[in-house]
């Protein structure tokens, strides 16, 4: 599959997931609802693994990069499902622009980093207004702070998970990754599943049940399979810029099929924080631009 296929189905499955994860906790409770998702994910991804005559590492290495994919797999999508039952789906995909400013700051702490240059910075600290705009709205949104600061632990687990695979190297299959990572995270949510008391119970919204088996093929597998491809052609910090488009679809999204109505600061903080990732996305270009000069000469 090439680069920008995979780039664009990636786009198509984060704008639409976070509506998809609000209806499915709406029919199943939260940690249930992911935890089918995922096991539903390895049920199907097994078999195609089989037919495309691939098999799983288990070699050190291997295991070494399913367990740097958890911080995403597990923590960030456990994470925003019990945010989804306090915030509007569109908010999710706000939270989740943050990535590339976070990964960006991530990546000045490990060893001989690419240095953040001036239009960096503006993008992180605009970023950081646009944040505080959403976190202004939440104050008086009851609840709804509770869901900003599980998300923002969503969004701080996903970029270390993107850096972590990354640098561990593996030289995996997009597929193989995917269901290595799904594999080892299952035991984590069947622990978070009992620890939450959770039941199989299903609610009155069927859709909700439409909403899982999406998730499972199309968030948990094909998405992600894209979304490694991705990851292992380009920077994780680039990778994440994805979420410039994506908050914008998903708030249509919600607002269209799910009768949202963010507040004023929700939406001029997302505006705020995608023009702050306009900004490190121009600053990573002319990084690139630096560093292709120094190398002719």
Request: hydrophobic share 60%.
């Amino acid at each position: 599959m090439p680069v920008g296929l995979a780039y664009l189905i990636v786009v198509l499955v984060w704008a639409t997931t976070p509506l998809a994860i609000k209806w499915s906790a709406e029919t199943f409770m939260p940690v249930t609802a992911v935890m089918l998702r995922m096991m539903l994910a390895v049920a199907v991804g097994l078999p195609w693994l089989w037919l495309l005559g691939q098999r799983l590492r288990w070699d050190r290495l291997a295991i070494k990069s399913y367990a740097a994919a958890l911080p995403g797999v597990f923590g960030a999508m456990s994470l925003s499902y019990l945010a989804s039952v306090y915030v509007a789906s569109g908010l999710i995909s706000v939270m989740f622009g943050l990535a590339p400013l976070l990964s960006g700051f991530m990546l000045q702490l490990l060893p001989n980093p690419v240095r953040l240059n001036l239009w960096h910075w503006a993008g992180c600290v605009t970023g950081v207004v646009g944040l505080a705009l959403v976190f202004a709205d939440a104050l008086h949104g009851g609840n709804q702070l509770i869901g900003i600061l599980l998300l923002l632990g969503a969004v701080t687990g996903f970029s270390v998970s993107g850096i972590a695979v990354k640098q561990v190297g593996a030289g995996l299959g997009a597929l193989p990754q995917t269901l290595g990572s799904l594999i080892v995270s299952l035991p984590c949510f069947w622990g978070l599943w009992f620890a939450m008391g959770e039941s199989f119970t299903v609610g009155e919204a069927m859709h909700g049940v439409w909403a899982v088996l999406y998730l499972a093929l199309c968030g948990s597998l094909i998405g992600f399979v894209c979304y490694f491809k991705v990851l292992a052609s380009l920077s994780a910090a680039t990778v994440a810029l994805i979420t410039l488009m994506t908050p914008v679809l998903a708030l249509l999204l919600g607002a269209l099929f799910n009768g949202e109505q963010p507040g004023l600061n929700v939406i001029v903080g997302a505006l705020v924080i995608m023009f702050g990732l306009a900004l490190y996305f121009l600053g990573d270009r002319h990084t690139r631009a630096a560093l292709v000069g120094a190398v002719g000469h």
